[in-house]
């Protein structure tokens, strides 16, 4: 079975520090790993997905297959920076459904 | 594009009465998705269609629940009788093969 943990329900930083949201995975499969942001009261936006290897809005995820996780990192955070964020897995890459399967959210706070 | 379309965005009604919410995806997009997110239970996949047919609906609490999708274009989530618990916000989303699932802005439920 796959699962997708986010250790941490709630980080807070202050504004220019850097930033680090964990996400572990497990699944014996090639999965692709994404995550998305949610922005208070808002839909949830695709914000990164591995096979991309983009920075988005100053973020990067790199995927470890031996530690099987895929860590959200930014080295300077900023103010808008604060919203939910979901990492979320497909359990195969080019999968027909594309169900995701979703972490519990780690709320980012960046404090001025 | 106008991304996934999803009516009505407040809902609020009294308990035992019906309440549909309704879903438009993406033009071209085959699989389409409902989440339930609440602050106790986070984000939970209800139920998902690909191509119209209903794949898996174990995520759907139960028999009061129940979804339709008549065509590519429309879906509809119809919960009856409602009841206070059921008050979330209800997210639809959509995608097609290689393409990472979109979101609608979501439906904000109150149960009185």
């Known amino acids: 079975a796959q699962r997708v943990t986010q250790p941490e329900k709630l980080l807070s930083v202050f504004k220019g520090a850097p930033v680090e949201l964990k996400c572990n995975y497990s699944y014996s499969g090639s999965p692709e790993l994404f995550w998305y942001v949610q922005y208070s009261r808002q839909r949830l936006q695709l914000l990164l997905r591995h096979i991309s290897r983009e920075s988005i809005k100053g973020f990067t995820a790199d995927l470890n297959k031996g530690e099987t996780s895929f860590h959200l990192k930014k080295p300077f955070a900023q103010e808008e920076d604060s919203a939910m964020y979901y990492c979320a897995l497909i359990r195969d890459r080019g999968s027909t459904l594309g169900r995701l399967y979703f972490g519990r959210g780690t709320q980012l706070t960046v404090w001025p | 594009d106008a991304g996934v379309i999803q009516s009505p965005r407040h809902e609020v009604t009294e308990m035992g009465q019906e309440v549909t919410l309704r879903c438009k995806p993406i033009s071209g997009h085959n699989s389409l998705f409902w989440y339930r997110q609440t602050m106790m239970r986070g984000l939970e996949l209800l139920i998902y269609?690909?191509?119209?047919?209903?794949?898996?609906d174990s995520g759907m609490p139960e028999d009061r629940f129940s979804a339709k999708m008549p065509n590519a274009s429309f879906s509809t989530l119809k919960i009856q009788p409602s009841e206070p618990r059921d008050s979330a916000v209800y997210f639809c989303?959509?995608?097609?093969?290689?393409?990472?699932?979109?979101f609608g802005d979501g439906t904000r439920l109150s149960i009185l």
């Open positions: 989303a959509s995608r097609r093969q290689g393409v990472p699932q979109h």
């Open positions: 269609f690909n191509n119209n047919v209903p794949i898996d």
